[in-house]
């Protein structure tokens, strides 16, 4: 009986343990790594639109009125 409980109870911790084991989340990584690819773009996109307003500016300012 007690050789039983032992092997019942390895059992357990074994397949408790799996998860530990079990390897990257692969469906966590791609959900970040095209979070960020989004937010490049989208910081890209804004620094081409800043531009574009400082170079309106400018040609705003250098016209006399």
């Not at 469906?27 to 574009?52: L, S």
Request: aromatic fraction near 6%; charge should be positive.
């Amino acid at each position: 009986m007690k050789f039983f409980l032992h092997a019942l109870g390895g059992a357990v911790a074994l397949g408790l343990s799996l998860s530990a084991v079990a390897g990257p989340d692969w469906y966590v990584i791609e959900k970040a790594r095209n979070a960020k690819r989004a937010e490049a773009q989208q910081q890209k996109q804004q620094t081409e639109d800043h531009a574009a307003m400082m170079q309106k500016c400018r040609e705003m300012l250098g016209q006399p009125k």
